[in-house]
């Protein structure tokens, strides 16, 4: 495994933003999903994330 050591993260207003509003959470995860990955595999990334998206 490689081991770069990066990290990332949210300035405060995003995170203040994110924290006190889980539907924008979701839908800014259903967006990231499915710009970016195979629908095969949301279900395996948001297990691995520990969320959940209400259809």
Avoid: C, K, W
Avoid at 30 to 36: E, K, P, V
Wanted: hydrophobic letters at 50%.
């Amino acid at each position: 495994m490689l081991n770069n050591s990066v990290v990332g993260g949210f300035n405060d207003e995003v995170y203040s933003l994110l924290i006190s509003d889980g539907a924008l959470v979701r839908e800014v995860a259903q967006i990231i999903l499915n710009s970016h990955f195979p629908q095969t595999i949301h279900e395996d990334i948001l297990t691995a994330v520990g969320l959940v998206l209400m259809r």
